[in-house]
């Protein structure tokens, strides 16, 4: 099976209702985390199967948007904590403020950040995520 081909035939929808799907064929992950189109991306990334490379490669997309959605993630390395804790986007550092995994220094640091709403979010301290699945998707990260 071609599936690089499968998978460039695919439309915009498509490949975002493939990055949802339950029973998802792994021939089409390394397709779907390296999609040209953020949105595939942002819904491939809340999947909670995702295996550490996938992670490592959305955490390091170059849209803030895919990043974000990954600093809600309880599976993060620490270096990935740390990058996120480092981000230049306040967006990003808003998001990983709220993460079970910063330490209290990461926290700390964050209490004193240069924008108040990641100053806030960090002192509401951190909150763990719920996992939803709908029928026919796999399990998602909210």
Request: glycine content about 2%; proline content about 6%; charged content about 35%.
């Amino acid at each position: 099976m071609d599936y690089a081909a499968e998978y460039k035939a695919l439309s915009t929808e498509e490949r975002k209702a493939l990055a949802l799907t339950e029973d998802l064929d792994p021939g089409y992950r390394p397709l779907l985390v390296r999609d040209q189109w953020s949105l595939v991306k942002i819904y491939f990334g809340r999947r909670v199967d995702l295996n550490a490379e996938e992670i490592a490669l959305l955490i390091a997309d170059p849209d803030q948007t895919v990043r974000i959605t990954c600093a809600r993630r309880e599976d993060l390395t620490p270096d990935q904590v740390e990058a996120c804790v480092q981000d230049r986007d306040p967006n990003l550092r808003y998001f990983i403020a709220r993460n079970v995994r910063l330490t209290d220094a990461q926290r700390a640091l964050l209490l004193e950040d240069s924008d108040p709403l990641v100053r806030k979010a960090a002192a509401k301290g951190p909150k763990p995520r719920r996992r939803t699945r709908r029928p026919g998707q796999a399990e998602m990260i909210r």
